[in-house]
């Protein structure tokens, strides 16, 4: 089966230009100007940005709170309509299993035959054994050469303390294994929290009282404290603040091998939406907490600059009504996260490209070229090339909508950025050559999305092999 992608605008994240795009079975073979071939598919793409499929890093169709249990891969189509052809999961270890067991036993029982884009794993260190320590140098032959730790949440299975990071940290190197960490200080937040609730401070807006920058700053030095000590390479999940950014923008320049995401919502979202009325508040609480234009602004410097170089959904699909209430009485309580795998390219090019905050390679490069890079994905994912899979969005700029939940297929009752202005969309996606998106409708399959192995030394760290 061939495919002619003819007249669009090819954008990579180092380059623009007009050229046709033929594609053979799966994938990218001829890249020209002028390419006369007698294709089974001629799609004419006059008028659109010719983008590679995106790469979210940062997905939880598997995350659980208490008895609360998030929307799965049964939604991954609604990464296919933002655009996004390729996730990467977080699985917790099972506690007694190794990561390798438990990230296949989920994605037998969850994940295969079921998701509508192409998948890979990243493990969640929850049971810190010597087994555990002993097999992350394994994890790579498994295509899973990332995990991570989460340094934030008290009380939780997935709560992962100083010993443990700095463990993983040490086995981890020289396999090229990247650790990710959630930098948050657990005790603080839980004082906080304890204290906030002594004075009967319930709300969802006390979610970012006892949430503030500091302990998210603190966690984030003490971690690259701790790959420096480890002499390894550290990736830092949703940094969500100017200093946090600055901490890793610094510890790199004075050589520590450290390397930063942020998302969609610390981009765009405020802190004040935690206030709004009538329990609304509580779509908004995820972890770190939104914060104020300030360090929006900051953050939009740091893409544009590279010291941060990705920006993910941490999509996590907990409903309003089901889930988000449980904490009605107790903002402690409100299971943690937000939807919005469905909108990353739409606000990234809405509040990014359009205001002129970033360019159309940044925003190629932060929405799927780099992500593919970190998770050793980048021989066939995240870029316009020859020889990679023809994950392919053909973006309409022209288009103009409004976003909703009414509108999503996230699965989930609310919408983040319900009411915002979106300009342009992924109006036609290729999954490997398949068209699976037309006129921003999915017209996938439920099962077509594949196991993408990844690759180690994702972070290509300097003073390793
Ligand atoms: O609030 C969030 N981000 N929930 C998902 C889990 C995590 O911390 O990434
Ligand atoms: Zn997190
Ligand atoms: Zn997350």
């Known amino acids: 089966m061939s495919l002619l992608i003819k007249n669009g605008t090819i954008v990579t994240a180092v380059d623009e230009y007009q050229a046709d795009i033929l594609v053979e079975g799966e994938q990218i073979t001829t890249i020209g100007k002028n390419l006369d071939y007698k294709a089974a598919e001629i799609v004419d793409a006059k008028g659109m940005y010719v983008l590679p499929g995106g790469v979210d890093q940062h997905t939880h169709f598997s995350f659980k709170y208490g008895d ?45 035959g079921i998701a509508m884009v192409d998948y890979s794993f990243h493990g969640v260190v929850t049971d810190p054994t010597d087994e555990l320590f002993e097999e992350i140098p394994t994890l790579p032959k498994q295509g899973i050469p ?9 009380g939780a299975c997935y709560h992962s303390d100083d010993s443990a990071i700095f463990r993983a940290l040490q086995a981890s190197k020289d396999a090229g294994v990247t650790i990710m960490v959630h930098a948050e200080n657990a005790d603080l937040i839980d004082v906080l929290q304890k204290q906030c609730l002594a004075a009967g401070k319930t709300a969802p807006m006390y979610h970012a009282v006892s949430r503030p920058p500091l302990v998210e700053v603190e966690a984030t030095q003490r971690a ?15 940094v969500t603040t100017k200093e946090s950014m600055e901490v890793v923008r610094n510890s790199y320049i004075k050589g520590v091998p450290v390397y930063g995401e942020t998302c969609t919502h610390y981009l765009t979202l405020g802190k ?8 609304e508040g509580a779509k908004y609480v995820c972890s770190p907490a939104l914060r104020t234009p ?67 390679q940044k925003l190629v490069d932060v929405f799927a070229t780099t992500p593919a890079k970190i998770n050793g994905l980048s021989d066939r994912k995240g870029h316009i090339g020859v020889g990679y899979d023809a994950d ?10 409004t976003i909703s939940a009414k509108t999503s297929l996230q699965g989930v009752d609310y919408n983040a950025y319900e009411g915002m202005e979106q300009s342009g969309r992924a109006d036609k996606v290729f999954l490997r050559g398949k068209l699976i998106v037309d006129e921003g ?7 077509q999305g594949q196991f993408i192995k990844g690759k180690p030394f994702g972070l290509c760290y300097e003073g390793l092999k």
């Open 68 to 112: 609360a249990v998030v929307r799965g891969f049964e939604t991954s189509n609604a990464a296919a309509v933002g655009g996004t052809t390729t996730c990467i999961e977080f699985i917790n270890q099972l506690t007694g299993k190794s990561i390798t067991e438990s990230v296949r036993k989920f994605e037998q029982e969850k994940v295969s």
């Open 146 to 154: 990332t995990i991570k730790l989460f340094m934030a949440y008290k």
């Open 224 to 238: 690259i404290y701790l790959a420096e000590l480890a002499e390894a390479p550290l990736y830092v999940v949703h």
């Open 272 to 279: 004040e939406n935690l206030s709004k009325p009538d329990f």
């Open 294 to 360: 300030e360090h929006h602004e900051a953050l939009w410097e740091a893409l544009r600059k590279g010291w941060l170089n990705a920006v993910s959904s941490d999509h996590c699909g907990f409903d309003w009504k089901e889930h988000k209430h449980m904490g009605f009485d107790d903002f402690t309580q409100i299971p943690n996260g937000a939807p919005g795998i469905e909108n990353r390219l739409g606000v990234l090019w809405t509040a990014g490209v359009e205001t002129g905050k970033i360019s159309r």
């Open 392 to 401: 392919i969005v053909l973006f309409d700029p022209k288009w103009r909508g």
């Open 441 to 447: 409708k999915f017209i996938g399959q439920k099962g």
